[in-house]
């Protein structure tokens, strides 16, 4: 009886924070289920020229346009037909790493912005949200037009134009959740033993005020997934015949009556992207919470 | 006399609000002497915490000084400031909101030491974490708990081991008991005055509970509205009050004492008046039953007897 109770105490002790992190993420069971899946997809992403050459991707022929899924063609063809499971595979590069390369950007961003604004407050705070106030006004896609526009074009600017639309939304979220908690005690306990500003934000605040934070950034992957592939549509970015799912996706949106697939399987990739990264936020936020059951 | 261990001089806190200013705090000087208690007592929104705050520079002061051992710390730079830091600590109302919930209870404790620099080894600041939680009567089991896992007294606990971590001289004690059970409240009082002997601590212990300030004080303060109505020692104060508010607030003590049910009290009427842009005379006078034209007048605290001040126009020196 009492070894029993010892027990659970002991192989608490052991474990650093981020060991109790993943301690607790590794229970939910949906959260892991995403995480497998998210890193599945990521390999298969990079290991990708080991079993289809790049050159599948570009490769045109008539003849096999709009083959069905077959075991030639896994996914089928498009209306060039090309590959379609080339295209996808090769595609992800640039959905799949650019959004999270966005969404991990303006997170950072976000924080440090929202975070000084609504720890600080006054002077600072107005500075930074007009500022911030400003980006919001334009629309996302006109921002990353002019960005592209004053920048050039490439992959690289266009993450640079996409994690500025994306900067005031964490902005917002993360200076709300902040000014609820810099009024706190244990924030004005950790004030009187001389903690610095930067101390107090990212040990005693940030890690409070992140719930919403994490799970406005795993549905902003999703938007920034399909903004590549608008953007892509605009010609701006990522254009054809350069494969990436968005642009597959509405490149043969008119084809999808006769041949559902071209539509569909893209779609999927994005829908499983997109839901593997809102399973592992969802069991971030619980995993990061010690008030949610061991 | 020796230099005491704090001093304020003539303090004073205004809140700029945009109906006017708020006096929260108005020309408030005490001294504490080292191994001293000083309760301050007031109702609620008279200033009591607002002053503890004050001293530890966790609030800017409108105008006066804070005397640490004689040095006013109003002047000092940030850094200058961390090291008055480490003598000078607080203990919160709350024990619900002064921890932080992401941290378990070794690292709460653990977290002034490490801002401070005081020990470096990973180690030594284990040992110290254990010894502290030692001394304020926190199972070691407990080390690795959160706080929402623990009670009101224990949580309370562990924010007196935090601010014991630099070993302070002096705490800023803000209405540590008042969220707890009376059990409780005496637990961590006598744990308060047990460390006080072992350790000479100096406490500026805020409350609004008569009882409690009496049974830790070796002065007590008496404020209303920003201002010191009556200052003595503990027990001058509960035998001879001078100022009508003292009296008032004391004959509101409940008793268990039959004899003395029918006896007389004086219980206030009235609401406490606006302490914005308060007119200079006596601020109780409008609730006060013996106020006359000369409580117009401002009133200064006067000596009625060694060691004993209060502010009435009534009390000759």
Not at chain 1, 52 to 69: C, H, L, M, R
Not at chain 1, 162 to 183: A, G, K
Not at chain 1, 238 to 261: A, C, D, F, M, Q
Not at chain 2, 7 to 26: I, N
């Amino acid at each position: 009886m009492r070894k029993k109770k010892k027990s659970p105490v002991k192989t608490v002790s052991g474990r650093s924070v981020w060991g109790m992190v993943w301690f607790r993420f590794r229970k939910n069971k949906l959260a892991m289920a995403g995480l497998f899946l998210l890193l599945f997809m990521m390999a298969a992403i990079l290991a990708a020229p080991l079993y289809v050459p790049y050159d599948q991707v570009v490769k045109q022929n008539i003849v096999e346009k709009f083959t069905a899924p077959c075991a030639q063609h896994w996914f089928g063809t498009d209306q060039f037909g090309r590959d379609l499971f080339a295209r996808i595979v090769y595609g992800g590069r640039i959905s799949l790493f650019m959004g999270l390369g966005v969404v991990a950007i303006s997170f950072v961003v976000g924080c440090a912005l929202g975070g000084a604004a609504g720890y600080f407050g006054g002077r600072v705070d107005s500075v930074i949200m007009r500022f911030v106030d400003m980006f919001m006004a334009i629309p996302a896609m006109l921002l990353s037009m002019a960005v592209v526009a004053a920048l050039g074009t490439g992959v690289d600017k266009l993450l640079v134009a996409l994690s500025i639309s994306q900067i005031p939304r964490f902005t917002r979220v993360v200076r709300s959740s902040i000014m609820t908690l810099r009024s706190q005690e244990f924030v004005e306990a950790a004030k009187c033993c001389g903690t610095s500003s930067a101390r107090i934000i990212m040990k005693h605040i940030l890690p409070n005020g992140m719930g919403p934070v994490i799970v406005s950034a795993t549905l902003t992957l999703g938007q920034v997934i399909l903004s590549i592939a608008s953007l892509g549509f605009l010609g701006i970015g990522v254009s054809s015949p350069t494969p990436e799912w968005g642009t597959i996706l509405s490149e043969n949106k008119i084809h999808i009556r006769y041949h559902p697939y071209l539509g569909l399987i893209p779609g999927v990739c994005i829908a499983l992207a997109v839901m593997a990264v809102n399973f592992i936020g969802d069991g971030l936020r619980d995993a990061l919470d010690p008030r949610t059951k061991n | 006399m020796a230099v005491p261990l704090i001093e304020t001089r003539h303090l004073k806190k205004y809140f700029k609000t945009p109906a006017g200013l708020l006096h929260a705090v108005d020309d408030v000087s005490f001294k504490i002497q080292p191994g001293e208690t000083l309760g301050v007592v007031g109702e609620s929104g008279c200033g009591k915490s607002t002053l503890g705050r004050t001293v530890l520079r966790l609030l800017e002061a409108t105008e006066g000084e804070v005397l640490y051992k004689g040095e006013n710390i109003l002047r000092y730079s940030k850094r200058d400031m961390k090291k008055v830091h480490l003598n000078m600590q607080m203990i919160f109302q709350d024990p619900f909101t002064s921890l932080n919930p992401r941290l378990s209870i070794s690292s709460i404790i653990a977290e002034p030491i490490k801002v401070c620099g005081t020990l470096k080894d990973k180690g030594d600041i284990q040992k110290k974490v254990h010894e502290l939680m030692e001394v304020c009567g926190l199972p070691e089991r407990y080390v690795n708990t959160y706080p929402h896992e623990l009670d009101g007294g224990r949580r309370q606990r562990v924010g007196l081991a935090r601010a014991l971590a630099v070993d302070p001289e002096f705490i800023v004690c803000d209405e540590p008991v008042s969220a707890l059970d009376v059990s409780v409240q005496a637990q961590i009082l006598n744990l308060l005055m047990d460390l006080q002997d072992s350790k000479g601590l100096s406490y500026l212990f805020i409350t609004h509970d008569l009882c409690v300030v009496r049974h830790i004080s070796t002065n007590i303060m008496v404020m209303y509205m920003g201002k010191v109505v009556e200052y003595a020692p503990k027990d001058e104060l509960f035998q001879h009050q001078a100022h009508p508010y003292t009296k008032a607030l004391l004959s509101a003590i409940p008793t268990t004492d039959l004899s003395r049910r029918g006896r007389e009290r004086r219980a206030l009427t009235g609401e406490v008046a606006n302490p914005i842009d308060p007119a200079p005379g006596c601020r109780f006078a409008p609730r006060c039953p013996y106020a006359a034209e000369r409580c117009k007048q401002p009133q200064e605290l006067k000596q009625v007897a060694p060691g004993h001040y209060a502010a009435c126009a009534m009390c000759q020196p």
